[in-house]
């Protein structure tokens, strides 16, 4: 009896594929809320430009001269993959808290990593295409200049960089899972995103206490990788920054799980699992 109860449990658990496609495919439609067309377009199109030119300004203002201007055009059409990858992600135990499916979805006998990478599939692609439409905005209208032969290293550096920041974003969405709201937690680390990552100066310019703190965020290691691509850097010294943006990434995925695990016991305690 006990053998076919348990055969019953082994054929009602989700394969692996099964589970990641479900949760790539329907979370965004019901849980993550950013599939309305007008967020995508948002997202991809009018976030990048309008951070962009903000920072420009603020650097021709300063009289920054066109590298400079150029410098940060780069440095903040990467920090845009910080919306889709850390707001949407983060945002999924929001999402599930303010619905009431938190914990159905945490007893559940569905494996927890595809579960929750599946749900960063669709901002790896949202990531993609805003930093891309972000880049084609710095050659456009910012000075910046990108070579032919520079776009295949650029292209890899732009998606290891996409998997990384979900990767970051799953971390911070474990964390969230004990907290009240992620929106606070997620706008913390974009903001610190912008000072510690060379996004609008050189990390080297940074105090070394903070240099050390940049050098934990993928963010960092993508947008140096970005920068050497564009440079027309060769493989030699663009290979071992992709090397540690995989390791990064790699990184934030697993504390994630571990994170997920942890706290589901700390809020199933707490009480603070269906609390929004």
Known sequence: MATTEAAAVVRARPTFWRNF?????LSPRTT???????FVLGTIFVIPLMQILFFA????????GASGIAFVAVGNAV???????????????????????????????????????????????????TV??????????????????SIPFLAVSVILSA??????????????????SSIVLGNIFLFIGLIVSGVNFSVSALPLPVQLIGYVFPLTWGLAAVRASISGDSLA??????????????VAVGLAMGLWRNF?????????IVRF
Not at 32 to 38: A, S
Not at 141 to 148: D, T
């Open 79 to 129: 920090a845009t993959v910080t919306y889709p990858s850390i707001f949407s992600v983060c945002q999924t135990t929001d999402s599930e808290k303010e619905q009431g499916t938190m914990e159905h979805l945490l007893v559940s006998p569905a494996p927890r990593f595809p579960m929750y990478v599946g749900r960063g599939l669709i901002p790896i692609l949202i990531s993609l295409a």
């Open 264 to 272: 589901e016991r700390r809020a199933f305690s707490t009480g603070s």
């Open 163 to 180: 998997f990384a920041m979900v990767g970051f974003g799953l971390l911070l969405g474990g964390i969230a899972l004990y907290l009240r």
């Open 237 to 250: 010294t663009v290979g071992p920054l992709w090397l540690i943006i995989v390791l990064t990434g790699a």
């Open 57 to 64: 300004l603020t650097v021709q203002l300063g009289n920054g």
């Open 32 to 38: 993550l809320g950013f599939m309305r067309i007008d």
């Open 21 to 25: 496609w479900t949760n790539a495919i």
């Open 132 to 149: 891309t439409v972000g880049l084609v905005y710095a050659v456009l209208f910012f000075g910046v200049q990108i070579a032919a032969g």
